[in-house]
C-alpha cells in the first residue's frame, strides 16, 4: 500500500533533498499536512520567491537579492583583501570570523574524482576584481581536502604570476579538541605550521 | 552578515519543519538554489497540491485524496477487523505487517503532559463504523507509550461496554534485540506475556 499519490508526490519531491532519507521525508510530508493552510503555503512561496529572486552577483558570484551584492557594494570592507571561498555559506562563515575584506564565490563544488574542471575558475573575473580594487592579498579558503588543497594551488600559481600575494588558511589544531583524537596529518600540518610563542 | 531576504526567509521555512536545525535548513535553502528552477517549482508544487488535495477520510480519518479512502472502500479487506491508530502513517506501517482488516485513524497526538483529551476521540464515530460493518474485534495499536497505554485501555473499556472484543498489540522484545539491552520494563512485559513453545 502506498499513500495517497499527492501525497506520495511530496514525500519523494522531499527524498530529492540532501541529507532527507525515505523517513524523514515520510515525517516531513506529513508535518506538512499537519499545519495550517497557510504555514504550508509559507513553505511553497519560499520557495518559489527565493528561486526566483536569488542571483548570483555579477562581480562576486555570491547568492543575492540585488546585483552587485550588499558584500561588494559595502564601502566599510577593505577593498585590499580578497577571499576566494566554494560556496556562499563559507561567506557567512568566514564573515562571522570578524573578517572584514571582500569575497569571491568561486561556486563550483570541486571533486578531484568527478574530473575536477579547473578551467571552471572564471580567472579573468578574479584579475578584473583584482585590478579595479586594487587587491593586494588573495586568500585561498577553498575547503581542507585534497580537492581544496589542489584549487588553491592552481589558483596561487595562476595569480602569484600577477605579482600579487597568494595566502591560504592554516592547517592545525581545531579550538577545544584533544591532541589524542586529531588525525595524524592534521597533527603533523599543526607541528609543521608551528608558532613561537 | 545574514544571507539575502528571500534566501533567509526560505531557511526559517525549512527551520520549521520537525527535526530540521538551523543548519540543516541552510543546507536545504541552498541546495534549492542549486537545483534547476523546474525541480524546485516541483517541491513547491507538490506542497501545495498536497496540501489542498488531501483530506481525512470522512469514514476512518486517514489522509486521502478520495474520500471514502481506497482503504475502506477496498472489498478484500476484512471487515470484521478494525485496527484503530493515532496518525495515518501507522496503517502504513501495521499494512506492512500483512494485516488484512480495516483501519481507524485516531488523528490525535495524544499527550497526558499537554492534557491528553480523552474527549477527542470520536466514539460515536468508532462504533458506527463497528455496527455497520460488523466489527467482531477492534485491534487498538496506539503507541507503545504511557500516553498510549492510556488511550488504549480507555478504548477497550469504552467498546467492550458494547460487546466488542478488544485486543491490543503484544509488548515484547523487539526482532533481532539483544536482551542484554533491552530496557526493564520491556524485559518484564515480555516474561508475563511469555508464550508456550
Known sequence: MRLAAPLERLVDEFAKLPGIGPKTAQRLALHVMRVSQQEAAGLAEAITRAKTQIIHCGICGYLTDQDPCSLC????????????????????????????????????????????????????????????????????????????????????????????????????????????????????RSMDGRQEI
Open 73 to 188: 557594494n559595502d564601502t566599510e570592507r577593505d577593498d585590499s583583501l580578497l577571499c576566494l571561498v566554494e560556496e556562499s555559506q563559507d561567506v557567512i562563515a568566514i564573515d562571522r570570523t570578524g573578517f572584514n575584506g571582500k569575497f569571491f564565490v568561486l561556486n563550483n563544488n570541486f571533486q578531484l574524482m568527478n574530473g575536477l574542471d579547473l578551467r571552471k575558475i572564471d580567472f579573468p573575473k578574479i584579475l578584473e576584481v583584482v585590478e579595479k580594487r586594487g587587491v593586494q592579498e588573495i586568500i585561498v579558503a577553498t575547503n581542507p581536502t585534497i580537492d581544496g588543497e589542489v584549487v588553491a594551488r592552481y589558483i596561487a600559481e595562476t595569480t602569484r604570476a600577477k605579482g600579487i600575494k597568494v595566502s591560504k588558511l592554516a592547517y592545525g589544531l581545531p579550538v577545544g579538541g584533544d591532541i589524542e583524537y586529531i588525525d595524524e596529518i592534521t597533527l603533523r
